[in-house]
């Protein structure tokens, strides 16, 4: 199974604090393009929050525009630029009836691995919570099918990354997630946003894995102080689920340079068909 992950596209209609930085419905068009041409095509697309900068019915129809165009289905989830009301009704063909009222969780049960939206925002607020509410809903589905190896896609990453204000605005009672996690080890991957960065780290029993954005990055940078946006190039990971267990690539949108090496692949795969070593010329 394929997994393609999305984040932080910010699709935005006015400059805002980024604007002069990337233009991120230009970017997020490349995104659908370079997707649309993966070879083989991604089973389903997660899209982890801050899918607008806003949350305005304007930036929603803005992105709907854009994300039509992908060939694979897409899992939303909010993050803190989203507004609930107007991403449950930008995505109610794409979400499941059935979520709880407080948050817009849900699982999709469609495919080989059990996928788990985990909404942990908070209305108003940039930081997040993994509440006893969450916890509850949580556990329950994880109940369920426990032999059925399952991915948690969330907004907000479960661990401190040394990114000063982006810890700050992270999610709290995260030990909770942590402690369920370390009792379910049919969870073979958590994946989030909200970083703007790649960054993976052990969590539990499982590892987390941090997606960049399709907009602009954040500077790497763990001095305390400081904090910057930076025009790094845009871009997206994938999750390959195969021999039981996940392999993630980040992928960058970029047009650069490539050298073809078709050939020495070729030379590879007869080699390694004829049961020979691969000699250096
Ligand atoms: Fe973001
Ligand atoms: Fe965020």
Request: with cysteine; proline share 4%.
């Given at each position: 199974m394929l997994i393609a992950q999305i984040s932080?596209?910010?699709?935005?209609?006015?400059?805002?604090?980024?604007?002069?930085?990337?233009?991120?419905?230009?970017?997020?068009?490349?995104?659908?393009?370079?997707?649309?041409?993966?070879?083989?095509?991604?089973?389903?697309?997660?899209?982890?929050?801050?899918l607008t900068d806003d949350g305005t019915e304007e930036q929603y129809s803005q992105l709907l525009e854009i994300i039509t165009h992908l060939n694979a289905p897409v899992l939303p989830l909010p993050g803190n630029h989203d507004e609930r009301a107007e991403f449950l009704n930008a995505f109610s063909a794409e979400l499941p009836q059935e979520m709880p009222d407080e948050h817009c969780s849900y699982v999709v049960d469609d495919f080989p691995v059990r996928l788990i939206g985990l909404d942990t925002s908070i209305s108003g607020q940039h930081d997040a919570l993994f509440s006893e509410t969450h916890e509850l809903w949580l556990s329950g589905i994880l109940k369920k099918d426990k032999d059925k190896p399952t991915l948690i896609f969330t907004h907000f990453p479960p661990f401190e990354t040394g990114i000063n204000f982006?810890?700050?605005?992270?999610?709290?009672?995260?030990?909770?997630?942590?402690?369920?996690?370390?009792?379910?080890?049919?969870?073979?991957?958590?994946?989030?946003?909200?970083?703007?960065?790649?960054?993976?780290?052990?969590?539990?029993?499982?590892?987390?894995?941090?997606?960049?954005?399709?907009?602009?990055?954040?500077?790497?940078?763990?001095?305390?102080?400081?904090?910057?946006?930076?025009?790094?190039?845009?871009?997206?990971?994938?999750?390959?689920?195969?021999?039981?267990?996940?392999?993630?690539?980040?992928?960058?949108?970029?047009?650069?340079?490539?050298?073809?090496?078709?050939?020495?692949?070729?030379?590879?795969?007869?080699?390694?068909?004829?049961?020979?070593?691969?000699?250096?010329?």
């Open positions: 932080d596209l910010h699709i935005r209609d006015h400059m805002g604090m980024f604007g002069e930085l990337v233009d991120t419905s230009e970017t997020l068009k490349k995104a659908v393009q370079l997707l649309n041409s993966l070879e083989p095509q991604p089973d389903v697309i997660l899209a982890t929050g801050d982006m810890d700050l605005s992270g999610l709290k009672s995260a030990e909770r997630l942590e402690n369920l996690i370390r009792d379910n080890s049919q969870i073979k991957l958590v994946v989030s946003g909200h970083l703007h960065r790649p960054i993976q780290t052990s969590f539990g029993s499982t590892m987390v894995s941090v997606c960049p954005s399709t907009g602009n990055q954040l500077k790497l940078d763990l001095n305390p102080k400081n904090g910057s946006a930076v025009d790094e190039p845009p871009g997206f990971q994938l999750h390959v689920w195969k021999n039981d267990r996940f392999v993630t690539h980040t992928g960058t949108i970029w047009e650069g340079k490539e050298l073809d090496m078709s050939q020495y692949v070729a030379y590879v795969n007869k080699k390694i068909s004829a049961n020979e070593g691969i000699i250096k010329d």
